[in-house]
């Protein structure tokens, strides 16, 4: 089933906040910055020389101490076969001809010294338009100016059967406009023609292959105040989602795409978290076919790399689930940390009685502003001005199982109500009965402060609205919503002399939706409320969740 649009922001807003009132940084003190101190030698440029039908001529510079240089060529799926080996010459052009014109080939440059490996370059391109039933894209991204945050795509848009194609820098999900364009430029081969550029969209007609060239940050700069810095690339990591650096189809386009192709450079002696990023062969193949609702969300799309020896990691396996953890070792007291972040994922686990999937991995970067990779589902990218034994780990540990593909529950609302007092508030309730588990001294800290604020400047304003409402600002349905199900939750306990609470309900609602089985509304979590607890939460529902009957929490006056 995909056709539930992922309307609204799932990500904790509250963060930002807390973490920009109080400094951003709580509790931690700068540390020394450990730099990675590498000099090998490097590949300073590898790609297209020219292009033409069946022929593909490449040209490559090195620098630096080798002995060997190999060019290697091979088709998707396929193995690398060496094409030829180089000794004495710092940089070089490569034809290569009779090339099959319905095939993508990626090339690897490889430059060794005593064996060992110094740098790898990949590179992928189309020999000729080929026929497709949509337009098939590559991007080779070049991270190759860490210390500026920049980086460098090139960008084959196959249109060969498509029409025209419109491309942006437009945002996707809610990573907004993080793509910083510095300089661009393009090429149209075989009949195609492209116009405009990159800040104001680019159209691609006729049929043929164009050859976008840009190069971008992945900067502070698009700093925002919901989500800190979306992506950043820096000497010591490089946390980013596809979003954040790719120049994009737009999405009424979409269906117009067959594939899309990713090639990332890294430095080889970087480790790669992420577990759908294959260190190996660095090629994502992102079929649109199978995608509905938010292009590129939740997706295996988040790249989490580092630089040998400056990140702390352990795994743990939770509940089935192989857990990862990597800290900064810039973090001061990094290693003391795992043992609550692995028993927070544990907690979460206990309400749903599983794990998710196969991997986990959470990568907590050192930097003097929030930043953040983006929402997905097999792994989390945050830096230390989030807090790390805190909400934004809880919360997004949480949505893999109340929000994200393909593991969620799918909730859908009839207008004018919406799901995010389920999806938000009940996940902000969760990370307040989490860390009373695990922070020494936290005793529903954050519930408080919502119902202060909800008590003194929402209550009898025009502000207050019901928390199921769809329209509204989001401390209804994120804050006022973790205090109705603050509320929800002490009935339902009342109700039962203890016996049931909302961490039964939470795992009912998994067992007959989660993994995406059918969808459920308001009404069906009244109706599993009710069975659980033999009571009637009709008119709790119709007071707190859609009217806006006063919240009473004594114990948070
Ligand atoms: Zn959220």
Not at 215 to 238: N, Q, V, Y
Not at 466 to 493: H, M, Q, S, W
Not at 507 to 532: A, K, P, Q, S
Request: proline share 3%.
């Amino acid at each position: 089933m995909k056709i539930f649009f992922k309307s609204f922001i799932l990500v904790p807003f509250f963060l930002i906040l807390i973490a920009i009132t109080t400094g951003c940084i709580p509790g931690i003190t700068t540390p020394d910055i450990i730099s990675p101190s590498i000099s090998k030698a490097s590949i300073i440029s590898f790609g297209i020389n020219s292009f033409e039908e069946g022929k593909i001529e490449l040209k490559w510079e090195v620098d630096g101490d080798y002995d060997e240089i190999l060019l290697s060529r091979k088709e998707i799926d396929e193995s690398y076969v060496v094409l030829e080996r180089f000794e004495d010459t710092s940089q070089g052009i490569y034809s290569d001809i009779n090339l099959d014109t319905e095939k993508i080939y990626i090339y690897k440059l490889e430059i060794k010294l005593n064996g060992v490996i110094q740098d790898i370059k990949k590179y992928s391109l189309f020999s000729s338009p080929i026929n497709s039933n949509g337009a098939i894209v590559i991007y080779n991204i070049a991270l190759n100016d860490s210390d500026n945050h920049q980086f460098e795509v090139e960008m084959w848009v196959n249109t060969k059967g498509t029409g025209s194609l419109n491309l942006k820098t437009e945002s996707y999900c809610h990573h907004e406009n993080t793509l910083k364009i510095i300089n661009w430029d393009s090429e149209v081969y075989n009949g195609a023609f492209l116009s405009g550029n990159p800040d104001i969209g680019i159209n691609i007609s006729a049929e043929g292959i164009s050859l976008i060239r840009y190069k971008a940050e992945l900067p502070p700069i698009s700093s925002t105040d919901i989500h800190g810095i979306l992506g950043l690339f820096t000497d010591r990591f490089f946390i980013a989602a596809g979003t954040q650096h790719l120049l994009l189809i737009d999405e009424s386009d979409k269906e117009k795409i067959s594939k899309i192709y990713k090639i990332y450079n890294t430095n080889p002696y970087w480790n790669v978290l992420s577990p759908e990023y294959s260190h190996e062969d660095k090629v994502f193949i992102i079929d649109f076919s199978d995608i509905d609702g938010n292009y590129f969300a939740y997706q295996e799309d988040t790249v989490l790399s580092y630089p040998e020896g400056t990140f702390y990691t352990e795994n743990d396996n939770i509940y089935g689930t192989e857990v990862t953890i990597a800290l900064d070792k810039s973090i001061s007291g990094y290693s003391g940390y795992t043992g609550k972040l692995f028993k927070i994922f544990e907690n979460i686990c206990s309400i749903f009685g599983e794990g998710v999937g196969e991997r986990y991995c959470t990568f907590v970067v050192y930097y003097n502003n929030c930043v953040y990779s983006s929402e997905n589902t097999y792994s989390q990218g945050f830096s230390q001005g989030f807090g790390i034994i805190d909400e934004m780990y809880a919360h997004q540990i949480f949505h893999r199982w109340n929000g994200w593909e393909p593991y969620e529950t799918i909730m859908v609302t009839p207008s004018p109500w919406h799901r995010g007092f389920y999806s938000e508030g009940w996940n902000n309730y969760f990370i307040d009965w989490n860390l009373n588990q695990v922070k020494p001294g936290f005793s529903w800290d954050y519930l408080k402060k919502f119902y202060n604020t909800y008590k003194s400047e929402y209550y009898g304003t025009i502000k207050d609205i019901p928390v199921a409402n769809e329209v509204g600002d989001i401390f209804i349905y994120y804050r006022k919503g973790a205090c109705v199900a603050y509320i929800l939750n002490k009935e339902i306990e009342n109700q039962t002399g203890g016996e049931v609470s909302l961490v039964e309900v939470q795992r009912e609602i998994w067992n007959r939706y989660g993994h995406m089985m059918g969808t459920f509304n308001y009404n069906d979590i009244v109706d599993i409320i009710n069975e659980l607890t033999g009571s009637d939460f009709s008119e709790f529902f119709n007071n707190y969740v859609f009217g806006k009957k006063e919240i009473i929490i004594p114990k948070f006056e």
